[in-house]
T-cell receptor, first 111, second 114 residues
Framework: DAKTTQPTSMDCAEGRAANLPCNHS???????VYWYRQIHSQGPQYIIH???NNETNEMASLIITEDRKSSTLILPHATLRDTAVYYC????????????FGTGTRLTIIP | NAGVMQNPRHLVRRRGQEARLRCSPM?????VYWYRQLPEEGLKFMVY????????ESGMPKERFSAEFPKEGPSILRIQQVVRGDSAAYFC????????????FGSGTRLTVV
């Protein structure tokens, strides 16, 4: 599986957009980009995923560069409850591959 | 539609006892994955199972740990002769096994070995 690189930590003011970058320069054509987050010690929560087109759902937007070597997760109006560790994971679209978690980005929302 | 159910939520065992952790996948999901998270560390893959089969156990310690996913009933992660270093949060995830569908995680079991 392709490896990902994320900043260790980020801060964002409450109410502002949080933009979390992820580099995945070795991604291959059949690999999707998935984003999960873990709030405190809860189970990881699915946020969004995409292949090459930008995606949006009720939680976030995912912007994938044209060469697919990097992506950005956008939380449009961050709240204190968005404080969590965010993981960017690349996985083949087989639906039966394990997810390999890196160290993620610890996002802190500042009141 | 119930999510991934893990029980117990908290489990305390004395050193040398056995720990059994259960995971019931989402309805329609036939693939189960177990992860371990040591205190202040990241999630580490342990084992991936389909019904009655172990697909990938590359992250499972060679001794004392075993996993199963029988035809009927939940997946079980068994830890024999627990030691203090086994204290961790154990998470289970499930997927339908095909397509883009995301992997859904349970709330985890916190194992404390005293």
């Amino acid at each position: 599986d392709a490896k990902t690189t994320q900043p260790t930590s980020m801060d964002c003011a409450e109410g502002r957009a949080a933009n979390l970058p992820c580099n995945h320069s070795t991604i291959s054509g059949n690999e999707y980009v998935y984003w999960y987050r873990q709030i405190h010690s809860q189970g990881p929560q699915y946020i969004i995923h995409g292949l090459k087109n930008n995606e949006t759902n009720e939680m976030a937007s995912l912007i994938i560069t044209e060469d697919r070597k990097s992506s950005t997760l956008i939380l449009p109006h961050a709240t204190l409850r968005d404080t969590a560790v965010y993981y960017c994971i690349v996985v083949p679209n087989f639906g039966n591959e394990k997810l390999t978690f890196g160290t993620g980005t610890r996002l802190t929302i500042i009141p | 539609n119930a999510g991934v159910m893990q029980n117990p939520r908290h489990l305390v065992r004395r050193r040398g006892q056995e720990a059994r952790l259960r995971c019931s996948p989402m309805k329609g999901h036939s693939h189960v994955y177990w992860y371990r998270q040591l205190p202040e560390e990241g999630l580490k893959f342990m084992v991936y199972l389909q019904k009655e089969n172990i697909i990938d156990e590359s992250g499972m310690p060679k001794e004392r740990f075993s996993a199963e996913f029988p035809k009927e009933g939940p997946s079980i992660l068994r830890i024999q002769q627990v030691v203090r270093g086994d204290s961790a949060a154990y998470f289970c995830a499930s997927s339908p096994g095909t397509g883009e569908a995301g992997y859904t995680f349970g709330s985890g079991t916190r194992l404390t070995v005293v």
